[in-house]
C-alpha cells in the first residue's frame, strides 16, 4: 500500500475557509467510511480532529469539517483562526487490519 | 484521564533492536481498546507501525511485518514495541497511541509525547 496524497502546503487568511484534500484508492479512501484527520502543532503530538469522514471528537470546533467523494477526501477549516495554523495528517483504514497516512499537509494562516 | 509514556534508549547502533515501552496511566491495558505505535520522520510523515489487543490479534505493517513485534504486559499496565535490524531509515519519533474504540478501523484519540530514536553508530 502507498501513502495517502495530500499537498504539501495550504494558506488561507483570518476568517477565510481553506480545503485539504487526501487522495488515496478504492482500496482505502473510496472503499471505507474510514477516514480520520489529525492535527499537529510543532513540537506536539497529532490530535484527533475528524473520524469516520465526517464525526468530530468532543471539543474540536465546529469549524472543522470532513468529507468524500470517491477517492478523495477533504478537510474543511472554516472561519481560518491564527491557532489553526498546523500540519494536517490524513488516515484511512486499507483493509486487511491496515491502516495508511498521509504525507500531511502545512496549513499556514496568513 | 488516560496518559500514555513512551521511554526508551535515544541512539540505537545500525543493525541492533530498537526496543520501546508505553507505560499507561488512568486505564488498564487488559480492559480493551488497540494499543500501538506510530511513527515520524522528516521526510515520510506518520507510518503506522502496527496495533494488539489484549487477548486478541495483533497487526503490523506489511512493510515492517518481518521485524517488528508489539506485546503487552498487563502486570505493569503497560505495552512495548521492539524492532528489529534498525537502518537509519528507522531514525523516527516514535509515538504510542490507543484506539477510540475497540475495533481495528478506529482511530487514535490518546497520543504520548513522542520519543525520538536515532539510529547511528
Known amino acids: 500500500q502507498s501513502a495517502l496524497t495530500q499537498p504539501p502546503s495550504a494558506s488561507g487568511s483570518p476568517g477565510q475557509s481553506i480545503t485539504i484534500s487526501c487522495t488515496g484508492t478504492?482500496?482505502?479512501?473510496?472503499?471505507?467510511?474510514?477516514v480520520s484527520w489529525y492535527q499537529q502543532h510543532p513540537g506536539k503530538a497529532p490530535k484527533l480532529t475528524i473520524y469516520e469522514v465526517t464525526k468530530r471528537p468532543s471539543g474540536v470546533p465546529d469549524r472543522f469539517s470532513g468529507s468524500k467523494s470517491g477517492n478523495t477526501a477533504s478537510l474543511t477549516v472554516s472561519g481560518l483562526q491564527a491557532e489553526d495554523e498546523a500540519d494536517y495528517y490524513c488516515s484511512s483504514y486499507a483493509g486487511n487490519n491496515i491502516l495508511l497516512f498521509g504525507g500531511g499537509t502545512k496549513l499556514t494562516v496568513l | 484521564q488516560v496518559q500514555l509514556q513512551e521511554s526508551g534508549p535515544g541512539v540505537v547502533n545500525p543493525s541492533e533492536t530498537l526496543s520501546l515501552t508505553c507505560g499507561v496511566s488512568g486505564y488498564p491495558v487488559g480492559n480493551g481498546y488497540y494499543w500501538g505505535w506510530i511513527r515520524q520522520t522528516p521526510g515520510k510523515g506518520l507510518e503506522w507501525i502496527g496495533v494488539?489487543?489484549?487477548?486478541?490479534?495483533?497487526y503490523y505493517n506489511p512493510s515492517l511485518n518481518s521485524r517488528v513485534t508489539i506485546s503487552i504486559d498487563m502486570a505493569r499496565n503497560q505495552f512495548s514495541l521492539k524492532l528489529t535490524s534498525v537502518t537509519a531509515a528507522d531514525t523516527a519519533v516514535y509515538y504510542c497511541v490507543r484506539s477510540r474504540t475497540g475495533v481495528t478501523t478506529a482511530p487514535f484519540d490518546y497520543w504520548g509525547q513522542g520519543t525520538l530514536v536515532t539510529v547511528s553508530s
Open positions: 478504492s482500496s482505502d479512501v473510496g472503499g471505507y467510511d474510514y
Open positions: 494488539t489487543y489484549p487477548y486478541r490479534n495483533t
